[in-house]
């Protein structure tokens, strides 16, 4: 069996719940790391596919687990979404770019909203020529496009309509929200199988965020977040495994998010991973939930490795266990520390593992 193989099959069983040979390990790496780790600016990480590629391929060489979470994929920034419905997207020098809400006024914006066209809307068409540049380029050298990303209805919405006024809109006037959410659902559907197609319809996995979404209380997200992330899995190209990343506050939703049908879940730290485990873990696989600003950036190579331990022993056990960060890696994190990450997995993550 090649690596290649090797990486994707341990990773595919974690994923159907069944141990693999060992733990998966699979911090979530994008942009800010690449860009840091590189020197690269912000500019020229989102303007050149070369760069991105490169920076990919270096790393996905040396650590080839990491193929297939994150994967290869195209960076584009978080503000596509919400530039397909129609928000004007403001560029700060030397900060992250952000959408300025565009549903000002219910009464006089939210008729004119319409969901978004991959192929015509906002920033999305460039998406779909990085996505199918990719896939050619990767092609040549036996490589594929493993994963896409998306933000979810909630995260969507809250951008569009402005965080505050979203959260008020759901006391204020929920027949509202319930359009706004619909619409933002059907973008993301859309967007969803664009990346898919344009990527050339490789993809084992495409992740959507509701970091929002831990802002509602289990009531509110039952009505305003579920059924529309319920829909968003169910219109996933066949055969494409949804993950869930929400590395907020999730223990008032994890077992919720189970009947969204996404088949794992990236999960924040304070919710420790054997409570997880005990809650979800016959049901969803488990990504994480290393913190990535605590010892995954401050910490040595030893602590990295011996929380990796600890997370292994805890959640390895009967597999469906991905060892991972419980959010992107911010670019402070040495590549020792990764080295770490991956010597715990190798070291104690070959199954069987008792816990
Ligand atoms: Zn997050």
Redesign the pocket.
Known sequence: MTTQTAARERFLAALNLQEPDRVPVCPWITSDWFQGHYDLDAATWYGSLDAQLEAMLNLYERFPDFQYFPGFRASYGSTVEASSLGCEIKWPKNATPYAEPVIKDLGADLPNLKPGDPYKDGRMPQVMELYSELANKLASMNYEVTSGFLHGPIDVAAEIRGITDFFMDLYRDPKAVHAIMDICTETCIAFANAQYEAGGSSMLHIMV?D?SGSQLSEKHWKEFALPYLKRLFDGMPEGVVGVI????RVSHLIELYIQTGAKAIQF?EDLPIEVAKERVGDKMCLLGNMGPLGIMSNGTPEEVEAACKDLIQKAGPGGGYILSSS??VNREMPLENLEAMVRAAEKYGTYPISG
């Open positions: 965020s970091d990343h929400n590395c907020s924040g959010g992107s």
